[in-house]
Structure formats: structure tokens, C-alpha cells
């Protein structure tokens, strides 16, 4: 049993509930689209309460959010291997060792010089899903993994609600190495360093990508717009045309427990828009 991270699952209540989707059953709350007892658990553990789904089961397919969102970000340009302005050495048509070795290596960013360990991404390299985070902070530069410590350990639980392991998806970040003071990435360093994520996606293949926190959201979709705008609609990837779900953070759910149900409608979101692909 995970322990319980923000203690006791909250009591539903009818406050702040949407027409047609999700109703309380206050008796035996529990969530119909969760199948397994295994889920259940996982979901009491992440302190999301279980709900009964009124009305036809399963969720219509999600609509696309096209056109996207308009790229309206210029000082970020959209992610592309052969991005003619990329500091980054060219890595288009690179495989995975070759990829590996250039990230290890590479200096085309001033993040070179204050980390400890470069952070390539983990998970499986023929995923359907693919997690995209910022950059990593002071615990990923420790260990060059991505999504490690609580911020980690939340996000494995918020993917084993849905039924997946950290190995069952690739989870990589917008930058390889940690900014100092985990400050946010520079725009320069995201040019810099987005043809690596660039080719990871194209190596990996998925059909998803899940996009966790606004830098990796504002920066995937070229966007200003508030992750809370960006949330609860599934986007295009300017550059793959890969539909993007957009969740917050691990960490600010950390910090804003009450978020974690509009991250778990995000992941339901995911899923379904992710079934409803043709294969
Ligand atoms: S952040 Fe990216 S571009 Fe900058 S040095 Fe690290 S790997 Fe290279």
C-alpha cells in the first residue's frame, strides 16, 4: 500500500460539480472508469477521492483543440531537429547511443558548466506515452534521472492510477541539465537544447504526449497562455502533430494538493484521447 501523501481522501461534496460528468456517491464513492482494486488504491493514496460516474458510461471521444494554440511565443520557437537557430550540435538522424553520448558531451548551453550529471530521460523507448517535464533540479542533477524525490515518487503514483509504470512510458525533459536555483530555463537554453527532446520524440515514437508544468507547456505549445487555461483540452504539438495533454506539475501539486483532481481528469483525458486514436 502507497502511503497516503496528504493524508485522509477528502469527502466529495456537490460543490463545484460540471453538468454530465462526474457525480458523488457519498454511500460507496468510487470511480467506474478505475477497474482494478489495485487503481482504487493508488487513487486513495494520491488523496483523490473516488467518484461514481452518472449517466452513459465512458467518456465521448475528446475533441481536438485546432487549431492549436496559436504560437504567439517568439522568443521560444517550436521544438525541430534541424531547427537551423539550434546551438545544440546537430543530432537529426541520430540513434539512441549516438544521442545519449551527444547530451552527455554537450556544452552548447552555459548550463554546462554547473551540473553534475546530465539528465537524458528514462523510461521505455517504445512508449505510448511520453512525460515531458522542465529541467531537472537539484535531486535529477544528483542523479541524472528525471522526476526523482517527492515530486517523482507523486508522479509514478499519479501513473499507476492509470495503470502504468514508470518503464511503460519515456519521461524526459525540456532540458538536460538544472538551471541554477531551479530558476526557470532561459529561452536561449530551451533553443539550445531542443533538438535533443526533439529527436527523443522522434526515436520514441508516442502517441501522447503528456505535458507536466507550464514551462514544458507554454514551451511545447509556443504559447503565454496559463496552464490553467491549457489543462482539459488536448492540443497539437506544432512540430509532430502528436495530440498533447497538459497537466500541472507533481511539484505544485505538492504544494496544491487540491489540484490533484484536475490532474487526474488530465490523465483521464490522456488516456481516453490516447484510446480513441486510430492504431
Ligand atoms: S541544457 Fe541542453 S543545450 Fe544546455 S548544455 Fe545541457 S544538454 Fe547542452
Redesign the pocket.
Known amino acids: 500500500m502507497w502511503p497516503r501523501v496528504f493524508g485522509a481522501p477528502r469527502v466529495c461534496t456537490n460543490a463545484g460539480r460540471r453538468r454530465g460528468q462526474l457525480a458523488p456517491d457519498l454511500g460507496d464513492p468510487i470511480h467506474m472508469s478505475v477497474r482494478s482494486d489495485r487503481q482504487r488504491a493508488y487513487l486513495r493514496a494520491l488523496g483523490i477521492p473516488l467518484w461514481r460516474r452518472q449517466g452513459p458510461p465512458g467518456r465521448s471521444a475528446p475533441e481536438f483543440d485546432t487549431p492549436a494554440v496559436p504560437p504567439t511565443r517568439q522568443d521560444t520557437p517550436a521544438l525541430s531537429a534541424d531547427s537551423a537557430v539550434c ?2 550540435p546537430v543530432i537529426a538522424g541520430s540513434d539512441w547511443a549516438e544521442l545519449e553520448a551527444a ?1 552527455t558531451d ?4 552555459a ?2 558548466e554547473g ?1 553534475t550529471r ?1 539528465v537524458f530521460g528514462v523510461g521505455s523507448r517504445e512508449a505510448d506515452w511520453m512525460i515531458i517535464g522542465e529541467a531537472p533540479g537539484a535531486e535529477e542533477d544528483r542523479q541524472g534521472k528525471p522526476f526523482v524525490g517527492r515530486a517523482g515518487q507523486l508522479l509514478d503514483k499519479m501513473l499507476l492510477a492509470l495503470g502504468l509504470r514508470r518503464d511503460q512510458v519515456f519521461v524526459a525533459n525540456l ?3 538544472r538551471p541554477p536555483g531551479n530558476r526557470d530555463p532561459k529561452p536561449e ?1 530551451v533553443l ?2 531542443q533538438a ?1 527532446l526533439a529527436r527523443q520524440i522522434a526515436l520514441v515514437r508516442p502517441r501522447i504526449l503528456l505535458s507536466v508544468g507550464r514551462v514544458s507547456a507554454q514551451h511545447l505549445l509556443a504559447t503565454d497562455t496559463p496552464v490553467g487555461r491549457l489543462r482539459g483540452k488536448v492540443h497539437r504539438h506544432p512540430d509532430s502533430a502528436l495530440p498533447v495533454v497538459v497537466t500541472y506539475h507533481p511539484a505544485y501539486l505538492l504544494r496544491k494538493p487540491v489540484e490533484k483532481r484536475k490532474a487526474w481528469d488530465d490523465l483521464q483525458l490522456a488516456r481516453d484521447t490516447l484510446k480513441n486514436l486510430n492504431p
Open positions: 546551438a545544440a547530451v554537450c556544452r552548447a548551453c548550463l554546462c551540473r546530465t532540458l538536460k541539465c537554453e539550445a537544447c535533443y
